[in-house]
């Protein structure tokens, strides 16, 4: 019997801004069995050879957890943004139809298959994107929190900067400064949180200068490709009711 084959199709790139050695290279590599796209990358690592036998550097991608949590490995698989480690070879090409997997666009390629995502981090830190603490004493019990509060802030907090939202909005673009829908979500989850509103008026107002929540034109492509089903609209349309009041209101509170 032959040995079944999984056929990828792989944009590639030698180096961070290189776009003249974008190429696509094609594989075949053996179908083992729960195989996903990770363990299919692997097998070219193994033997790095091209379907029209010409052997040629290894596929270079990024992973770490390979449980879907840190987000390092999302790719375009077959057109759509997600994360190769979920993705299961024989649920996304069943018939064994060609796998295509390309970097995501929204972001800086640093070779094949990786990006570059410090923009979501720098942004993270322009929305003041954490809780400062006193100091490193003990401070006692926090504020108390109900438990439907709680519910809404783990939903918010699913969030692993995987770039997806970004990847699938038509607003992230080179022609825009848009943070993004995983940055404004985050300015939710920290405005809810007990201590983080002592902060709330400063991510409010980061929220309202260049690249905020003026910029979102609500498409909600984001919340169809969240891969922790994120509810992104609400917190898109929760951000923008609050830096209206706050446009409106926030000179009462200085």
């Not at 825009?176 to 979500?185: D, E, I, R, Y």
């Not at 201590?195 to 409010?204: F, M, Y």
Request: with cysteine.
């Amino acid at each position: 019997m032959a040995e079944r084959k999984v056929h990828l199709k792989i944009r590639r790139q030698d180096s961070l801004g290189r776009v003249d050695t974008r190429r696509w290279e094609e594989f075949d590599v053996p179908l083992l069995p729960q195989m996903n796209v990770i363990s299919a990358l692997q097998q070219i690592q193994l033997n790095p050879v091209t379907s029209d036998g010409r052997t040629v550097a290894p596929v270079v991608w990024e992973c770490s957890c390979l449980e879907e949590v840190c987000g390092a490995c999302t790719m375009l698989i077959n057109g759509r943004v997600r994360q190769a480690c979920s993705a299961l070879v024989e649920q996304i090409a069943p018939k064994g139809q060609t796998i295509v997997l390309e970097p995501m666009s929204k972001f800086p390629v640093v070779r094949d298959l990786m990006v570059d995502r410090t923009r979501m981090f720098e942004d993270l830190k322009k929305v003041h994107a954490w809780i400062d603490l006193d100091g490193t004493h003990e401070l006692g019990p926090g504020p108390r929190e109900s438990q439907e509060q709680q519910q809404i802030r783990y939903a918010l907090s699913r969030c692993m900067t995987c770039g997806c939202c970004l990847e699938a909005c038509p607003n992230v673009n080179d022609s825009t400064s848009f943070m993004g829908p995983a940055v404004v979500n985050q300015v939710r989850y920290f405005n809810l949180h007990p201590s983080g509103k002592l902060n709330a008026r400063v991510r409010l107002e980061a929220l309202m200068r260049k690249g905020g929540i003026a910029e979102c034109g609500k498409s909600q492509n984001c919340v169809e490709v969240c891969p922790k089903e994120i509810p992104l609209v609400d917190s898109l349309g929760s951000m923008a009711r609050d830096t209206t009041r706050h446009m409106i209101l926030g000179w009462l509170l200085k």
